[in-house]
């Protein structure tokens, strides 16, 4: 078979049908993925040591390489998070993905192919509900809009807040389109909610918030609603399958310690936050939108973009008011939660917002713009895009290269010949606090090269139950403590049982 009778057959198939909206947003954002994962190949390459969360983060993937059950990342509240969904993903990454050297490259790779599907899927999914490509190019357009002060690196994190951001698009799109009866859409709707839920806490309001406003759309059609056997069976099954997939780990553990780690994600969730004052809420939101929308007024100029579609919703259609509806009242929800959360207000817990404001401009533009949606785009169009696209990668989208953290290195070699079993200790004061991230991160390598290491209170929320120091451990192991510095020594000096390089100072203590 020629080349050209190939093309003529995919083609009449419409499998590289140019003129069809949804191949065309396939092309344009393939286009994007590739090209900007191709110009930041070489962050990915080499060596690489986790500090701060990301390595409290390795233990847990370390307890799942060991065939162990992991519970979910850890959190200031100290307890920790509801589940562990992400990190199975990243242990299976971590084995799927050996092409590259670093572990934490594999974890990258795998989190960008997560978010970018996310995102592409959203965007495939709009273009086949309004049949045009317009819908999903403005909400693309919309989402990098939002998404640039964050930096657009953040597709490539394997931090946890940063993760949830493009979940939540497909989290937003799962509710609206199951308040339109598209039972399809269940088993999406709970792979995410329980996705976002797990890997922050902060993830129980959006779902509670989801289930609500899809119970009370059904609710009022329900005379209308086709409940056939046929149609409801398999998304039913298949969402019941991935819930109990999902929680699974987290069910054991809770019946492995009982009343353990859930019980008290629970009661913390029943019994609720602080009280903050408005001009703490206030600040915080204003400090969000000031980097989002970088003008005078940012607040005014959100509020315009939230009450347009309510007073001109002319071109919005029965799922685009829905979005709205949705996006709204999770805005106002989002901000009675401020007011309740516990402790100092933390703005990371809140990044996923972000895609919300990403909805809500989106619907501003199809208020504008609606008229343009059946203006089709032609092959050649859609030919000159992807070389604007691809042009814009090349030129701006190379990301800063990120710090690889070498000094773990140092660190480890520094002591791992000392004892194949290590106490890792620093102070809970404001002086050696900083060590915390040095210490995790030292811990962790330790952990990966097959020694014991266990940290002391009060630090056992960091690590899962394996590195907790026993009290025979505290008696057997040698004890590292970790001090700060008041100046920075540049290369690494050993004075007896004291090591110091940079800002560290590290105290042996051998049993």
């Known amino acids: 078979m020629k080349f050209d009778d190939l093309k003529s057959l995919f083609t009449k198939s419409n499998v ?48 799942i390489l060991s065939g162990r059950i992991a519970y979910g990342p850890y959190s200031r509240f100290q307890f920790n998070h509801p589940g562990p969904v992400y990190f199975y993903f990243l242990a299976i990454s971590e084995k799927v993905f050996s092409f590259f050297e670093s572990n934490y490259a594999r974890y990258v790779f795998f989190t960008y192919l997560f978010n970018t599907t996310c995102l592409g899927f959203v965007l495939y999914q709009l273009t086949k509900t309004f049949k045009s490509l317009w819908p999903a190019v403005l909400l693309w357009i919309s989402s990098f809009f939002v998404w640039k002060s964050l930096g657009f690196g953040f597709l490539f994190e394997t931090w946890t807040p940063y993760v949830m951001i493009c979940p939540f698009l497909v989290f937003i799109f799962s509710v609206v389109n199951l308040s339109e009866k598209k039972w399809w859409y269940l088993p999406i709707f709970i792979f995410v909610a329980s996705f976002l839920f797990q890997v922050n806490i902060m993830g129980a309001v959006p779902f509670g918030i989801g289930t609500f406003f899809i119970l009370y759309y059904l609710f009022q059609v329900r005379k209308t609603i086709d409940w056939k056997r046929e149609k409801l069976f398999f998304p039913v099954l298949i969402s019941v399958f991935v819930l109990f997939l999902i929680w699974l780990p987290v069910i054991i553990d809770f019946f492995q310690n009982f009343p353990g780690n859930i019980s008290s ?36 100029f959100y509020g315009l973009i939230i009450l347009i579609p309510f007073r001109k919703s002319e071109g919005l259609n029965s799922f ?81 290269l990120r710090e690889r953290n070498l000094f773990v290195k140092e660190w480890v070699s520094a002591v791992q010949n000392l004892d194949d079993k290590f106490v890792l200790h620093w102070d809970s004061n404001p002086k050696d606090f900083p060590q915390g991230n040095l210490v995790l991160g030292v ?14 209170e009060p630090w056992f929320f960091l690590v899962p139950r394996t590195y907790h120091c026993s009290p025979e451990a505290l008696k057997s192991y040698t004890v590292l403590k970790f001090e700060t510095l008041d100046s920075e020594v540049r ?9 110091q390089y940079l800002n560290s100072l590290v105290k042996i203590q051998k049993n």
């Open 443 to 456: 811990a962790a390598e330790l952990n990966r090269q097959g020694k014991k290491v266990c940290l002391t």
């Open 320 to 400: 685009a008011l829905k979005l709205r509806n949705f996006s709204f009242l999770y805005t106002i929800v989002i901000l009675f939660t401020l007011f309740r959360m516990k402790g100092p207000i933390v703005p990371h817990l809140f990044w996923h917002f972000d895609s919300v404001i990403a909805v809500q401009v989106f619907l501003l533009f199809l208020v504008f713009f609606h008229k343009n949606w059946e203006a089709d785009w032609k092959p050649k169009q859609v030919v000159w895009v992807m070389l604007l696209i691809a042009f814009v990668i090349l030129l701006y989208g190379k990301e800063p």
């Open 491 to 499: 290369d690494l000096v050993r004075d007896g049982n004291q090591i």
């Open 16 to 63: 590289l049908n140019l003129n069809k909206p949804e191949v065309q947003i396939i092309g344009l954002f393939l286009t994007f993925v590739s090209l900007y994962f191709f110009v930041n190949l070489s962050s990915f390459s080499g060596e690489y040591y986790f500090v701060t969360d990301l390595a409290a983060n390795d233990f847990q993937i370390m307890e």
């Open 265 to 300: 994600v629970l009661k913390y969730l029943l019994k609720g936050g602080g009280n903050k004052k408005p001009v703490e809420v206030f600040s915080f939101v204003k400090t969000m939108l000031d980097s989002t929308f970088p003008l005078p007024y940012a607040g005014f």
